[in-house]
């Protein structure tokens, strides 16, 4: 079955970085859009960034463009969200997802797009 295992995730300070990962097994890897989506407590989950399956386009959330990099390694099943310059509004548990169709691409951040999740790994931003 999919599996989504996020890590990376950690403490830094106001203008740190982190690199998120996220190993994904159980399908086809490379038939499938992805994205990063994160959820502060008491907050709904949002969408941060996507990447379409060959990797060849992304989608941004405007609270985090030009500061985040989605990426994916399709040769190793594994996608991944450089984070820069970080603010304590960042702070959220982080999940990475697999879209429900294969082979489809949408510039969309919502997550009715996305069937198939991760545990998430916290991110903390302090300032």
């Known amino acids: 079955q999919v599996q989504l295992v996020e890590s990376g995730g950690g403490s830094v300070h106001t203008g740190g970085s982190l690199r998120l990962s996220c190993a994904a097994s159980g399908y086809t890897f490379s038939r499938y859009s992805m994205g990063w989506f994160r959820q502060a407590p008491g907050k709904e989950r949002e969408g941060v960034a996507v990447?379409?399956?060959?990797?060849?386009?992304?989608f941004y959330a405007n609270s985090v463009k030009g500061r985040f990099t989605i990426s994916r390694d399709n040769a190793r099943n594994t996608l991944y969200l450089q984070m820069n310059n970080l603010k304590p509004e960042d702070t959220a548990m982080y999940y990475c997802?697999?879209?429900?169709?294969?082979?489809?691409?949408?510039?969309?951040?919502?997550?009715?797009?996305?069937?198939?999740w991760g545990q998430g790994t916290q991110v903390t931003v302090s300032s």
């Open positions: 997802a697999k879209a429900s169709l294969r082979d489809s691409w949408a510039s969309y951040l919502g997550t009715s797009n996305y069937v198939d």
């Open positions: 990447i379409s399956f060959r990797g060849t386009s992304t």
